[in-house]
């Protein structure tokens, strides 16, 4: 529920959030963001999984046409339209490129008449496929109706399955399965503006990973009250062979240095290029070596928060559990280093994790301040596609 809600706050945050200039030392969120995750996942898939995540609310920055992003949103119950590479973009379709048209209908699921789910699904599906074509250059055709079970994973990670799980109904659409490099340019050239791709950070690294023949693009459009939430995320998994006792990373990621965008010189924005390890396990995991430095948090209300944006290193919450999290916050720099990324696991949690920590008393929230974000879920904020095809299947 905690994660849920994260998402929540945070989706709503992105949805008011907007690029504006600002002074040097005040923090404030962009409507550009970039994430990258790493997901040692030793519970459900027996699988490492390596993401990178290009968000943005503003029509500027991800460059939807409009006409599209209005017929999407005026269309009832249509959760989120993907466009994707992966493998198995649903179960029995294989080796080829899908749109899929994501829709929660109770009722309709409820119904379990399968002509009427499927007739019902398809009418949405062909009243949004022929748009989507239009603006992505695609030919996708009509293959299937599914109805999403409920994923183990979602309910390990306790996130809501807001793309696709959940039994949410997928109307899939499917087509010539490109490769990762030729869908990641051809969706960049069309959505991405030419001062953020060569502003570089995670966009550099992100298109360097789709070079990698075992990775997938997706790109996601998620409607929201009042505006859009746009995601491109490349994407690679590692099959796990023994215990994970450390992660590295950058090493996953395919860099040896991960840069923050320098679209982001104009002002202090520390929550708008985060990276983000979580480690899900059926058995207790402590985080119990780290590179780099620990980030000044407080205790708040229960809640760990940062104390000092300005600073950076990592923060971890939960620590110790079957489920830890630990977020690198970059601070005032503007990249983090293989060593200062790295993470050592074990059983115990060491003592000195908490030195960095204080605890404070309530006290009234300040305007403009959204270091409360970074330990409810800022990593939330990439959002809804970053565990959209890690599900059983």
């Avoid at 907007?18 to 002074?23: G, I, L, R, T």
């Avoid at 989507?132 to 183990?152: C, E, L």
């Avoid at 990621?253 to 320098?262: I, P």
Wanted: glycine share 6%; charged share 15%; net charge neutral.
């Amino acid at each position: 529920m905690k994660n849920i809600l994260a998402l929540s706050i945070i989706f709503s945050l992105l949805m008011t959030s907007s690029f504006v200039a600002v002074y040097a030392q005040q923090p404030q969120l962009a409507s550009y963001r970039e994430t990258a995750h790493i997901l040692v996942d030793e519970k459900v898939q027996n699988k490492t999984t390596a993401f990178i995540t290009l968000a943005s609310t503003s029509p500027v920055e991800m460059r939807v046409p409009a006409d599209l992003s209005q017929r999407i949103s005026n269309t009832a119950n249509v959760t989120s339209v993907v466009i994707t590479n992966a493998q198995n973009c649903i179960t029995g379709v294989q080796d080829q490129g899908c749109i899929l048209v994501n829709i929660v209908s109770p009722a309709l699921v409820e119904s379990y008449n399968i002509t009427t789910i499927q007739t019902a699904a398809r009418q949405i599906g062909d009243n949004l496929i022929d748009s989507m074509n239009k603006a992505f250059a695609t030919n996708a055709q009509f293959n299937s109706v599914y109805i999403n079970p409920k994923g183990d994973l979602s309910g390990a990670l306790g996130t809501s399955g807001i793309v696709s799980g959940n039994r949410t109904i997928s109307v899939i659409y499917t087509m010539s399965r490109p490769d990762s490099s030729y869908l990641f340019d051809g969706l960049t050239a069309i959505l991405i503006p030419k001062q953020i791709r060569d502003d570089g950070g995670f966009f550099n690294a992100a298109q360097k990973m789709a070079q990698d023949s075992n990775s997938t693009v997706t790109f996601a459009i998620t409607p929201g009250q009042g505006a859009q939430l746009y995601q491109l995320q490349v994407s690679k998994q590692i099959p796990i062979k023994s215990q994970v006792t450390s992660v590295k990373p950058l090493e996953l990621l395919g860099v040896d240095k991960l840069e923050k965008s320098s679209y982001f010189d104009v002002g202090f924005f520390p929550l708008n290029s985060i990276l983000d390890v979580t480690v899900i396990s059926n058995q207790n995991v402590a985080i119990t070596s780290h590179g780099g430095n620990l980030a000044p948090t407080t205790i708040k209300d229960g809640q760990k928060l940062p104390a000092d944006l300005t600073k950076s290193g990592w923060i971890m919450d939960p620590e110790y559990g079957q489920r830890i999290s630990a977020i690198y916050l970059f601070g005032k720099d503007t990249s983090v280093s293989t060593d200062q990324a790295s993470l050592t696991l074990g059983n115990t949690i060491p003592s000195d994790n908490q030195n960095n920590t204080t605890i404070s008393t309530p006290t009234p929230s300040a305007q403009n301040n959204y270091s409360m974000y970074a330990l409810i879920g800022i990593v939330a904020a990439g959002g809804a596609a970053i565990y959209l095809f890690l599900k059983r299947r």
